[in-house]
Structures are given as structure tokens and as C-alpha cells.
């Protein structure tokens, strides 16, 4: 450029550190974390092993069952979320057609998948809202890492949980949660907030402990905040799954991985359509569950 | 249970993070408005020193802004105070840890609120019985208890409603039974019926008035309704920017107002329904006459015995029966109406 001519060459070109410098800084720390894991690889392993027996279990449980019973449970479950014939017999229909196209075990996979990552978030979410909505110090804290968290892209994180726990299931599942958990903190932080304060005065006037007033009326005017966090975690860890078999994690994800390496064009939106097919199911259900929390509002006297 | 008075005593409240450190500087006479401007601290309460009766109606009457809803939140520490103490039973609320508060809160005090406060979740019954839960009262003797009031405010047949099925006046009726179902000895009234529309404040004040007959507790009332603080208190205290103006029973207040703002109030009032025959009576002379009026009697009721006898006068006779003075018609209709005075005042205030 001209005008490069007429300025320093600091101003012109950005004093960036040089390569060499960067490449030591890059290995130091590269080696260092390497070196940290490597030391700590039998207690990390030992951390995780009761995921991996949980998830292997529910996986094991999936599959082998026969898909007759899997279905019957599912249409119990989802009958009795929503008490709605509709999304029953859309739940039957589009079980049958992934079956029928030969995706019923690897839908069974990513259904095992999605189950204990979804749980594992609500178990790690709720509490850490909970300390979120009690504590302005806490939430100022954790909100940034959770902004971290959403917007940093997946692939990113894959790498450190690669180089901790190794490549695998578990480590997918890691990632899942991750990715999945900050909808469920934030919605009952936001849950717990929005209780209305007269009433929360109502029950300190009549001698609530802390956690009375938590069990007794926080926790259940958030619910249908809360139940929108886990409809929010159920729809992300979905979505994850697909990119989590990037590092191991079979069922439907791993399918369209194959798909697209391989430009298999139908296999990919077979596995596809199989994936939004449980999405729609379980948000229609949860959502209708959700609702149904809320029945006590509905009737408002005129 | 014998009830206990409430002692306030010195009561100071500053809204703000430093409020303790202007507490010496309002005691020398800070105002409100100056505390604001240079300090941003808001002055809720100055110097309150009221004496609450045990087992009447304490009512705290003001408008929007004055102060009331802080001071009541103060009897069960809801607001902690910047200075001075709240006695009750010789101990002082302020001073109480947060277990002892937490008792204190839960068996001598019960509280209804402007915005009834129900938990729209649970229902009637479950609402009622939320006191006695979080006591530890086993589910079947609580549920018992509860039922026993749910009935005595009129609900009976909506235990199993949610409040939002509930017009507004029937869930004030809930917050009084869940209230009552406490059996606390302190029974607090945070402008209970001011969100009620007038008939049913009527009707419910009339349910307060009749159960309080039966329970005497101590019931601190708080309104912005001069009608409504003079036909429940059997005290009444006026609060005007966190201060207290004038104290005392309706009629002292109606009779002798402490200054030109009570005045403009008071003028407004059907003083036929609070002033007694025997502030008005004259002594006897003479033989009694007329119908005999019972001390305590307000004037409209007299009036009406007078006029129902065809008599022009009357006289008033204590409990036993003893004739201690007489009243005629004259005197009553010239109490009854609004003294010159305080119209004057009115018309210099427009």
C-alpha cells in the first residue's frame, strides 16, 4: 500500500508476536496440557466410568429389547406427557417408518444418547441455577461462561475433550452436555427470578426456611420456565449428537457423518428426517407436559 | 391465649446502603426531601412511637407514601429497621436471630396481604394449610383445621379451587382463613381490602369485625381509607411522610383533629357513625326524659331511636342502667354535621 510509505512501520503492519515465539508458546502449552492429562489419565478415567457404565447400560437396554416393548413404552410415555391422541399417533407413525427404512438401532443409540445427556444436564443445570438466582455475585460470574459456552463453535471444544478423555462415547457425551446445559441454568435462574415477590413475602411472613420457601414456592412457579430449559436441552443434545460423532458417539449422528463423506445423498436425509422425527416428539411432548403444569392458571375467573 | 401489646419504639427507617449513618442527622432534623437530594437516601419512617393494643384493632392509616406498608413489615421484620425496636412480649423483633425470627414468624404472627398472595399453584385448601405445613403440623390435623376456617370466611364447597377460579374478594377470604388457620396471636392487615371493590370491603370488614369479637387478637390494620380505619380501630394512628401526625381512638381524631391535612380528611366523614352520645351529652337536670341511649352509642342510631320514639330528647344511661346525662335532636344534628371550622379551613386549602 502507498500510504504505507508515509506511516512507521508499526502503525502499518500489526506488530504481531513473532512465529517462532508463537510456535513455543503453542507446543509449551499443547505439551504442558498433554502432560497434565497424561498424569491424571487414571483418575479422569475413573470419573467418567460411571457415565460410561449408565450410558453403555441404557444403550444395551435399547437395543436389545424388542422394538414391540421399546414402542410401547414410548407410546406410554408420550400418552401420558401430553394426554394428546395426536402426538401418540404421530409418535407410532414415524417409529415405524424409521423401522421400516432400518434405522430402528441406530435410532435407539441416539435415543440412549440424548436420554442421559439431557438428564445429566437437568442434574447439573438446576442446581447451578438455583445458586444463580440466589447470588447477583454468582450470576455474574457464571453468565459470561455460559455466553462462552453458547457461542463458541462446537468443533472448538471437541478438542479439549478429545485430548482429556480420549475418543469415544463419553467424550461425546461430555460435549453434548456442554453444549446442551446452558439453556437449562439460564431458564431456571430466569424461572426463579421472575417469581412473583408478593408472594415470596407470603411466605417468609409465615416462617419459610430458605429451602421451604425454594421447595414450596420458588421451584413450582418456575416449572413451566424450567420445562421450556429442558425442551431447550432436549432439542440441543439432539442436535450435538450429529456433530458429537465427529469424535465416536454412534446411532443416527455417525450415519449421516458416513453421508457426508461419502455422498450418500438418501442415507443422509433418511438419518436426517429420523433425527427431526424425535426432536418433534419429544419437544411436542415436553411442551405439552409444560402446558399442562400450567393448568391451574388457565381458568381465570372473569 | 392472652394477646400481647406491640410496643414500637424510636422507629427509624432510611431506604439506601449507608441509611445507619444518617439516622443522627435526621434525628436532628434532616428532612425527607434534603436526605434525597444530597444523600439519595429515602427517609421511610422517622421516630415512630405507637403503642399497640392487646387484643384490639390497631389501625395505621396514610396515604400512598407515607410509610405504612414499611412500618407493618417491621412487626414481622419483613423490612429490618435502621433504628430503634419493636417489642412484643418484651423482646425485641429486631434484635432476634433468624431462627428465633423464623419462630417468631411462625407461631405468633399471621399476615394478609393488598395483592391477596396466593400460591396459584395449590389450591384452596392446600393454600390454607401452608402455615401449619411449613410448622410441621401433620397433614389430616392441619387439613381439619384449615376446613374449620375455610368455612367460618364462607368458602365451603371451593376447597379443591385453584385462587385464579376465585373472584377477589373470595381470595381475600383465603388469605384471612390462612391467615387465621396460623393461630398466631398477632393478625397483620397490609391493606387486606383495599383491592376489593366497596360492597365486599363492607361485607369483609364485617367478617373481621365479628370474628375479632370471638378471637381478640392483636390486629394491626393497615388502609388508606379513613371510613374503613374508623368504623375497625379501636386505635388509630395517622402516618404522613414516615411520621405520625396524630393518635388515637376515631373520635378524638374526627373531634379534634391534630392539624389542617387530618382536617381535610376528617371532613369527609359521616361523623354520625363515630362520634358516642356521651362525648356530646350534657349532665342530667332534672328527671331523665325520653328514650333511654346507651353509652357507646353512636349518634346516627340514637338520632334514629329518638326520632322512631317521637321524642326530641333523650337521655343516656351507662351499663348498669344509671342515667348519667341527656342529649336532645338539636345537638345531635349540630355534631353531626361538619363544623364551620374545618369547612373554612377546606375552602383556604382550594
Known sequence: MAICSYLPDLLCKFPAIDETTIRMARKSVDDGFKGLVRSYVNAIDALVQPLQWFLNYLEKLFVSSPWIIILAVMVAIVYYGSRDIRITIGTVISMLLIGFVGLWND???????????????????????IIMARSERAQSIINPILDVMQTMPSFVYLIPVVMIFGIGKVPGLIAVVIYAVPPMIRLTNLGIRLVDKEVLEAADAFGSSPWQRLK??????????????????????????????????????????????NQFFTVGFFNGFALVAIAIIFDRTSQAYGK??????EVIHG | MASHAIEVKNLYKIFGPRGRDFVDQVKAGLGKTELNEKHGHVLGLQDINISMPAGGVMVVMGLSGSGKSTLIRHINRLIDPTAGEVLYDGVDVCKMNENDLREFRRHKTAMVFQKFALLPHRTIIENTVYGLEIQGVPMDESRKRAQGWIERVGLKGFENHYPNQLSGGMQQRVGLARALTNDADILLMDEAYSALDPLIRVDMQTV???LQKELKKTVVFITHDLDEALRLGDKIAILRDGKVIQQGTGQEIVLKPADEYITAFVKEVNRGRVINVETIMKPLSGNPEGVAVVVGTVLESAARMMTLANHNVAHVVDANGRAVGSIDLGTIISAMVTPISHEKIQQAAE
Open chain 1, 107 to 129: 435410532t435407539m443409540v441416539t435415543l440412549a444418547m440424548v436420554t442421559v445427556c439431557t438428564l445429566i444436564a437437568i442434574v447439573v443445570g438446576i442446581p447451578i441455577g
Open chain 2, 208 to 210: 373481621l369485625l365479628d
Open chain 1, 292 to 297: 399442562r403444569l400450567q393448568k391451574h392458571s
Open chain 1, 216 to 261: 414450596n414456592v420458588q421451584m413450582p412457579l418456575a416449572l413451566p420456565t424450567i420445562m421450556a430449559g429442558i425442551n431447550q436441552t432436549i432439542m440441543m443434545s439432539l442436535a450435538m449428537v450429529v456433530v458429537a460423532s465427529m469424535v465416536g458417539v454412534g446411532g443416527l449422528g455417525r450415519n449421516v457423518l458416513q453421508a457426508i463423506n
